[in-house]
């Protein structure tokens, strides 16, 4: 039998007596009226750069008092901004005063300590289904906690979901970056609302560089620039705009598609380029919507990096795919094309435009290979874990519920690898949709894609191949931290779990599925601690932030 989403939130005893006893007709919503985007301009407005975080000073590192951290504080807000010449401002919320927020600028093995204050107003603004686990009716309505995706950070300034704060309180977290150069991005990450926290503009950039990064000489200072991108819908006044199901007591929808793009907070924005070449470091921070970007001229990208750092070796790009919070870090050559315009289209939309001037062009050649990728080994994974992506439908077809292992956020922890060992994660996606799959804390390689039998593995609990093994794509052959589980394949990763032990989580980053259970806890488990001989338990709740301000 077939429930629907309202006799499964029903079953589950998510719905309250009260709301199960109306029948809510579907499709009644109102829907706002909508932004006609025939009324923007293309190309009036210059690409705004996020501001760079200024620190107020040092203070010791929590880890290792004899060493000073960087202190930054930065604050969450409701602000206005003007997203296109043609609209009035528009409300956001979002971390200073911009969308995005300051870009944090770190060096590797060099701590920072962030304050992050909850200076929001007390009243959502966007439409929270209190029917999703985390967004009861019992839990403050305004609640954010801050997860800098990417970063390799000790569990409790990981900006665990259930962490959340109110306004008027903060935490301080802080970031060793033990890593390698990369691009990271901070967003909110608060249980149930993440999606329309972020929705509302509460995401920034996090630079990690090192030395390795700098003896490459790329492009840099004014000839390195963050493209942020996302999707967005406004109504009529130029106001967020955020669809809801039709059902005004379940008003979650599994996916959000907007018409119009924003890069780095603007619409259709221009940028003036010199004719050379420039790095792009593009982020993908939009709810549930990829990117397949080219540019009008048909030249290529030139791709250099990925989420988690520098590819081994540059990649030509025709058309880049990125999914939402993967990361491309790319070259692009200017020098061949002075004085003409050329357009950035995701598909055949136009995004943004560049114009290139008309001066004696630059050519410096790009390094043949850059950062070395040690490949990880198969035969050093001490565990395989099949773990399956499942989506389940009402009777009218529509998503209701997206879960990871068939598992519940609440449900005992399942996935509790050893601090330093390797293991394989075979994501096998049972549904017809890509999902973004994110693990935080740790960086992976993509082994294969492959196509399976969904019979054979839904009645036998065993995988049966249909195709071929898949590698993965060039540009994908570095150091990751999302990977698009494709639909109907298996997609195998290899992860080691350094850096700390402690409870973090994986999910889905379609926001609309994170929100609506597709995100599981998991613990990594030092060895030989008490912890390590146990067989699956329901953690002790996580210790709060040891230097929680409030
Ligand atoms: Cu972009 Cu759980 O994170
Ligand atoms: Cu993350
Ligand atoms: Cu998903």
């Excluded at 070796?313 to 939402?324: R, Y």
């Excluded at 114009?355 to 390094?367: F, M, T």
């Excluded at 850059?370 to 399956?388: C, D, F, G, Q, W």
């Excluded at 249909?466 to 052959?477: F, H, L, M, V």
Aim: proline fraction near 9%.
């Amino acid at each position: 039998m077939r429930l629907t989403r309202r006799d499964f939130l029903k079953k589950t005893g998510i719905l309250t007596a009260a709301t199960a006893l109306h029948a809510m007709p579907q499709q009644t919503i109102r829907a706002r009226p909508v932004l006609d985007t025939k009324l923007l301009t293309p190309f009036v407005d210059p690409l705004p750069q996020p501001p760079v975080a200024q620190s107020s000073g040092t203070r010791p590192s929590p880890d290792n008092p004899q060493r000073q951290a960087r202190y930054y504080q930065i604050a969450m807000q409701e602000f206005e901004s003007q997203l296109h010449r043609n609209l009035p401002a528009t409300r956001l919320w979002g971390y200073g005063s911009s969308f995005p927020g300051p870009t944090i600028e770190t060096r590797s093995d060099e701590p920072v300590l962030v304050e992050w204050v909850n200076s929001l107003p007390q009243k959502h603004f966007l439409p929270i289904d209190h029917n999703l686990h985390g967004a009861e009716r019992s839990k403050p309505d305004v609640r954010a906690v801050v997860h800098v995706h990417g970063a390799k950070t000790p569990a409790h300034n990981d900006g665990y979901p259930e962490d959340w704060y109110v306004p008027g309180k903060s935490a301080v977290y802080c970031y060793p970056n033990k890593q390698d150069a990369a691009a990271l991005w901070y967003h909110d990450h608060a249980m149930g609302i993440n999606r329309l926290n972020i929705y509302a503009g509460l995401a920034g950039i996090y630079f990690v560089r090192d030395d390795f990064e700098d003896s490459m000489h790329l492009p840099s200072g004014e000839y390195e620039i963050p493209l942020v991108i996302c999707d967005r819908m406004l109504d009529s006044k130029g106001q967020l705009y955020y669809p809801e199901s039709g059902n005004p007591e379940a008003p979650w929808i599994p996916e959000f598609s907007g018409d119009i793009l924003l890069v780095n907070g603007k619409i259709l924005p221009y940028l003036k380029v010199e004719p050379r070449k420039y790095r792009f470091r593009l982020f993908n921070v939009s709810n549930s919507s990829s990117f397949y970007l080219s540019l009008s001229n048909n030249a290529p990208f030139t791709q250099i990096g990925t989420d988690q750092g520098l590819l081994s070796a540059p990649v030509q790009v025709a058309k880049l795919m990125i999914a939402p919070a993967e990361r491309a870090d790319l070259i692009v050559d200017f020098s061949k094309y002075r004085g003409e315009k050329i357009v950035v289209l995701n598909n055949v939309l136009p995004m943004m435009q560049f114009r290139v001037a008309s001066g004696a062009p630059e050519q410096k050649p790009l390094a043949a290979s850059l950062r070395p990728v040690p490949k990880m080994l198969e035969s050093t994974a001490i565990k395989t874990r099949m773990l399956s992506l499942d989506e389940y439908r009402d009777r009218a077809g529509d998503s209701m519920i997206m879960l990871l292992n068939r598992s519940r956020w609440h449900m005992p922890i399942t996935e509790r690898p050893l601090l330093d060992s390797v293991e394989i994660w075979e994501l096998i996606n049972t549904t017809d949709d890509q999902h973004p799959i994110h693990l935080h804390l740790v960086r992976f390689q993509i082994l294969e894609r492959r196509t399976f039998d969904k019979f054979t593995y839904q009645y036998k609990k065993t995988l049966r191949f249909t195709g071929p093994a898949i590698a993965p794509d060039a540009n994908e052959a570095g150091w990751k931290d999302t990977v698009r589980a494709e639909a109907a394949m298996v997609t195998r990763i290899i992860v080691r779990f350094e850096g700390y032990p402690g409870r973090y989580v994986w999910h889905c980053h379609n926001l609309e599925h994170e929100d609506n259970e597709m995100m599981r806890p998991y613990e990594v488990v030092a060895p030989g601690s008490v912890g390590a001989a146990l067989p699956s338990v329901t953690p002790p709740s996580i210790p709060m932030c040891s230097a929680r301000t409030s």
